[in-house]
């Protein structure tokens, strides 16, 4: 057969069957790969801002005056929305893998409705701290608080629009069989706007 098949003389019935290559596997999907490489640059401007907090607030005195100001409820509240929306995500990608359609349009609007939900708590808590009179010029604690969580609220945002897009997708049925992998890609964006909420939460309501 294998000699026949060299020839060229392909016999009606004989089954060509792919044998992997090189490059098909043991390589990571271009889409995840471009996921990575943007979350590391995230990762340098979260993390740089992080930093230069860290170190002014170790030079001014920790701001402990400032700081008390900051609603540690709502924060909390916050965080516990966001956690549960890592987890809505990592059931939609189980969803997707299980192929339950109906599930992953279920924890994928989920995961929209506690981004919304973040998105509230935060606007009622800046409305309330404006009102006080606490403004990104009111001093340096407060030009860092608005700069990381209003940069982090964008990216909370744009995890909507990609989240809702999805479950666009999944309501029409274009989601299968080509673009199902899109929801893993999210997934970890989502979970890295979580992971930053988790560090900035205790530097600047706890501490």
Not at 5 to 28: C, N, W, Y
Not at 29 to 52: D, H, R, Y
Not at 129 to 135: S, W
């Amino acid at each position: 057969m294998e000699a026949e098949v060299s020839a060229g003389t392909l016999k009606p019935g004989m089954i060509m069957e792919e044998t992997p290559t090189t490059d098909t596997v043991g390589r990571i999907p271009v889409g995840k790969m471009g996921v990575w490489w943007f979350l590391a640059s995230e990762i340098m401007v979260f993390g740089g801002l992080i930093i230069c907090y860290t170190l002014f607030r170790i030079q001014h005195g920790g701001w402990e005056s400032e700081a008390a100001h900051v609603n540690w409820r709502l924060g909390a509240l916050n965080t516990l929305v966001l956690l549960t929306s890592s987890m809505t995500m990592i059931l939609a990608f189980g969803a997707v893998e299980s192929d339950d359609r109906a599930k992953v349009k279920l924890y994928l609007a989920m995961t929209v409705a506690l981004g919304l939900a973040f998105l509230g708590v935060k606007s009622i808590e800046y409305t309330h701290e404006i009102r006080e009179g606490f403004t990104p010029l009111s001093g340096l604690f407060w030009s860092f608080y608005y700069m990381m969580t209003g940069l982090h609220a964008l990216h909370v945002t744009a995890g909507i629009v990609l989240n809702a897009m999805l479950l666009g997708l999944a309501t029409k049925g274009s989601l299968w069989p080509h673009r199902q992998q899109r929801v893993e890609f999210a997934g970890l964006y989502w979970h890295f706007v979580d992971v930053v909420w988790i560090f900035l939460f205790p530097l600047l309501y706890l501490v």
